[in-house]
């Protein structure tokens, strides 16, 4: 078996079915696709049961676990060389599958590829292309991670470090992203390969949850993989010199305490800075910092 598509369901009714129907329509035909129904009620059951009996489809039902939890079962039971998720409101090009396995067929060196995507509304029409840059020729910075879903992996490196990181509810892909870096090389194909939806419900809309997920997940993966190679860390906090007669706002009392105090405690209370540095124009700023 070439490839594992896997869908993870929870209450994503009115969208699923165009997910399932982009798999089956794929261009190639060496592929299975596994369904985990994530304690779903809505009617996503119902549908469910129409693709119940087809010989290429595995329909899993089970109690609400969560992404990651649903991420690792789908790669137990998988049989395909390759995985890839496909989220339950988006939906794949038909020629998806066989751009991407390709791409791992002829590049051994490749642990997992991933392609640029449409951004859809909630009807699908077209809102922009999204263009991801290629790490390593296009772009130095690795902080750039492969979309979580529609990304293709081969199911030998994802065994190797272990899997999803269960601890974590949401950011899957930019946990497997920096774990994925450490031994194996990512790859992107600029050609639009899938359709991500947008609307109210979609998880990627709170940003405050993402954020400190990956706040962390970068600590976590410091601490489990980078502990004996910590870089060190120095904050520099800027202040600028306020104009005569416009508020000191360094020294703006809040909460009993000036301003700059509650920056500097947040900053050293953070655990991970090693040294702070004031830089300011202004010496009252410095003879008090």
């Not at 998806?96 to 060196?109: C, G, H, M, R």
């Not at 600590?219 to 520099?236: G, L, M, S």
């Amino acid at each position: 078996m070439k490839t594992t598509v896997y869908i993870t369901a929870y209450n994503y009714g009115k969208f699923i079915e165009k997910a399932i129907q982009s798999v089956l329509k794929q261009s190639t035909d060496d592929w299975e696709l596994i369904i985990i129904n994530d304690g779903s009620t809505d009617n996503t059951c119902d549908i469910l049961k129409r693709y119940e009996t087809h010989p290429k489809v595995r329909v899993v039902e089970q109690e609400n676990k969560g992404l990651s939890v649903s991420n690792n079962i789908a790669l137990r039971i998988s049989n395909g060389e390759y995985l890839m998720r496909l989220d339950a409101d988006d939906y794949l090009d038909e020629n998806a599958l066989l751009v991407l396995s390709n791409i791992l067929d002829t590049k051994p060196e490749i642990g997992l590829v991933y392609p640029d995507y449409y951004l859809v509304d909630e009807h699908g029409e077209i809102l922009e292309t999204v263009r991801r840059k290629k790490i390593g020729e296009e772009a130095g910075l690795l902080d750039l991670p492969a979309h979580g879903a529609c990304t293709m992996i081969r199911k030998e490196c994802l065994l190797e470090i272990g899997g999803y990181d269960e601890a974590f509810s949401c950011q899957d892909g930019y946990g497997l992203w920096i774990q994925f870096l450490e031994s194996f090389k990512p790859y992107n194909v600029n050609i639009p390969l899938f359709y991500y939806r947008q609307h109210s419900d979609n998880m990627t809309k709170n940003k405050d949850k993402i954020l400190k997920t990956r706040q962390r997940i970068n600590r976590n993966f410091v601490e489990r993989f980078r502990k004996y190679d910590v870089p060190r860390v120095v904050a520099v906090v800027p202040v600028i010199k306020r104009p005569r007669g416009v508020p000191d706002e360094a020294f703006t009392d809040f909460n009993g305490n000036p301003l700059i105090w509650h920056t500097l405690n947040e900053v050293s209370g953070s655990g991970l800075i090693d040294r702070i540095v004031v830089t300011s124009d202004d010496e009252k700023v410095l003879d008090r910092s």
